[in-house]
């Protein structure tokens, strides 16, 4: 991370704080902010004056484009405290990269990066006592630029609004994850957005993934659009395959998210040693490993949720359920990254950044 500041940002503080009222112990995925935000407009062809300031609801014309065309992106990224109060981040300028291929792809201007970083930074050390310590504790940072141009002309908006907010969360157990693999729905296509972490996306796979829920599964594992055949990400993470001892994963493309904690798993069982294949995995190929039971473990991998065991998949009316095991690749991997990611052991990759 390489942000000079060479940008002022304003700081309104808020004169109260939401802290005493909140569980840190029961907290839901994404639902309490903290008592400040930041936000730089794009107005004129120029990013205007950053500013700090309190958390709040803010009005917005009906017509405004992000409404109507959905031209908005987002990333997710966490913070997190150490045992002498530092505050790390995680691997933040694979986010910032991100972010801006993703506004490049949605036809938004490009952050710059002291805008980016900075503001990440200053709300965070504003915001601070709400990142608590131990392992499981972080805060989920959401930077996101929404097109706020007015009027419903078919157009890229020519005023945006780059927002981040603060969410902090605890370690997301998902429970049991039942999976079903997409037969018609797709999560992205060639030519598309699906590389970009672009809303849409997201919002596309309420649908496909209410009607898995209506059957009694968690989570869709979407296929190519194309032929439906090759597996290419679970829900709204990457996915790897355990077989014969190796892990798989497919390789990012113009459908698939080049996902930070995909590229970081990928590095991490490596040097452990693990046998790792970056391919396209093929439908056929996990349900014939389900039934001659070389396939040993399917799990997801993103911001959010870290790793996330899937227990069984269904594929055309036929369900396979995993092996239970104690110890598996995706708890050894999860508790390495976890651990790196807290600052409990040694960093010897360089991913995480003190602020
Ligand atoms: C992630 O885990 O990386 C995500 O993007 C999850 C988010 C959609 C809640």
């Not at 639902?31 to 730089?40: G, I, K, N, Q």
Request: contains cysteine; proline residues 4%; hydrophobic residues 40%.
């Amino acid at each position: 991370m390489s942000a000079t500041q060479t940008t002022q940002i304003e700081i309104i503080k808020a004169t109260t704080t939401k802290i005493n009222e909140v569980d840190f112990n029961n907290l839901s995925f994404g639902s309490v902010f903290t008592d400040h935000l930041f936000e730089c407009d794009f107005k004129n062809g120029e990013w205007q004056q950053p500013v700090i300031k309190p958390y709040a609801p803010f009005l917005i014309d009906p017509s405004t484009r992000v409404f109507h065309y959905g031209q908005a992106i987002f990333e997710g990224m966490k913070a997190y405290k150490n045992e002498a109060d530092e505050i790390w981040l995680f691997r933040p300028d694979e986010n910032y990269n991100r972010f801006n291929k993703s506004a490049v792809r949605m036809a938004m201007p490009e952050v710059p990066e002291d805008i980016f970083m900075n503001g990440l930074q200053q709300l965070l050390h504003l915001d601070e006592a709400w990142i608590k310590k131990g392992k499981g504790n972080a805060m989920y940072i959401r930077p996101f630029m929404i097109a706020n141009g007015t009027g419903v002309i078919a157009n890229p908006s020519d005023d945006y609004k780059f927002m981040i907010i603060l969410s902090p969360v605890t370690s997301y157990y998902a429970g049991d994850v039942k999976v079903l693999i997409a037969e018609h729905y797709s999560r992205a296509a060639n030519g598309g957005i699906g590389a970009a972490k672009a809303a849409g996306n997201y919002g596309a796979q309420f649908y496909p993934t209410t009607l898995a829920n209506q059957q009694g599964f968690q989570q869709v594992i979407w296929t190519d659009d194309a032929t439906h055949t090759k597996l290419e990400e679970a829900g709204t993470m990457n996915v790897f395959f355990r077989i014969n001892n190796t892990l798989l994963t497919a390789p990012v493309s113009e459908r698939i998210l080049d996902g930070v904690t995909r590229k970081t798993l990928i590095e991490l069982a490596k040097s452990e040693g693990i046998n790792v294949e970056v391919r396209s995995v093929l439908v056929d190929e996990l349900v014939a490993a389900a039934k001659d039971g070389s396939l040993q473990e399917i799990f997801g991998a993103g911001t959010a949720a870290v790793v996330s065991p899937i227990s069984g998949f269904s594929y055309k009316d036929e369900y396979f359920e995993l092996p239970k095991s104690e110890t598996t690749v995706a708890s050894q991997l999860k508790e390495k990254l976890t651990n790196i990611q807290n600052k409990l052991e040694e960093d010897t990759f360089g991913w995480t950044v003190k602020i």
